[in-house]
């Protein structure tokens, strides 16, 4: 009965390798998140998306591309891999967008590019 | 939330006593607030959220205050226990609501046994 569940928990890969991880809640909420938490633990949005549209993209390179299926699923991919990509990233999701609900977050994928 | 520098701050505390986590944010425009608590290997997990509208809401061991003249928040933690050691992160978000919430430093809480 997993809220927000993310595959996979752990991503140990290679400089220049294609990556991806996916999300899916079974909430029924209309918005999802990705968040991505550095070694210092500060955490800050990358993307939203509201029933499957884009509506944040906060300055993240172009080589991550996030894609919404259906709006229970929101999926991460990442081309190209680099060292500082290195990070455990969140997917979370809200009842509704734009209103005073709070984020339920999954329990992280945590990627190791080497 | 604001920067505190390099490190996480870090409050250790007496299982039994309460524990005052603060934060300070930035944003005078911000409307909403939350506390999340993470534990390690986990996510974020919601405890508490207030709206600017309100200066003080409480839930079960939990009270969050609202100073929004100073732009101050805290967490207040009653009769600590072993389980409430974990990372706090204040989160805040203006104008539309949860839409981009903007996460504080985080503080390191331990509750001694």
């Known amino acids: 009965d997993t809220a927000v569940s993310q595959t996979p928990k752990y991503l140990v890969t290679q400089m220049g390798n294609d990556k991806s991880i996916k999300c899916e809640q079974n909430?029924?909420?209309?918005?999802m998140y990705w968040y991505k938490q550095d070694s210092k633990k500060f955490l800050k949005i990358m993307f939203s998306y509201n029933n499957k549209e884009l509506i944040i993209n906060e300055t993240v390179p172009n080589r991550f591309s996030p894609k919404s299926p259906d709006k229970a699923h929101l999926n991460l991919h990442i081309n190209s891999l680099e060292l500082g990509d290195s990070a455990v990233y969140f997917c979370?999701?809200?009842?509704?967008?734009?209103?005073?609900?709070?984020?339920?977050f999954g329990n992280g994928t945590r990627l190791t590019v080497t | 939330g604001e920067s505190v520098g390099l490190h996480l701050p870090t409050l250790s505390v007496q299982e039994g006593d309460n524990s005052i986590i603060n934060c300070a944010y930035s944003n005078s425009a911000s409307d909403y607030f939350i506390w999340y608590k993470q534990e390690s290997g986990k996510g974020p997990q919601f405890i508490i959220d207030?709206?600017?509208?309100?200066d003080k809401r409480q839930g079960q061991r939990v009270t969050v205050l609202l100073n929004k003249t100073v732009k101050h928040l805290s967490l207040q933690i009653a009769a600590t226990q072993p389980g409430d050691s974990a990372v706090y992160f204040c989160a805040e978000a203006a104008n539309f609501g949860n839409e981009k919430l903007t996460f504080g430093t985080g503080t390191r809480l331990t509750i001694i046994p």
């Open positions: 909430l029924g909420h209309d918005t």
């Open positions: 979370a999701s809200s009842q509704v967008r734009g209103r005073y609900s709070p984020l339920h």
């Open positions: 207030i709206r600017s509208n309100m």
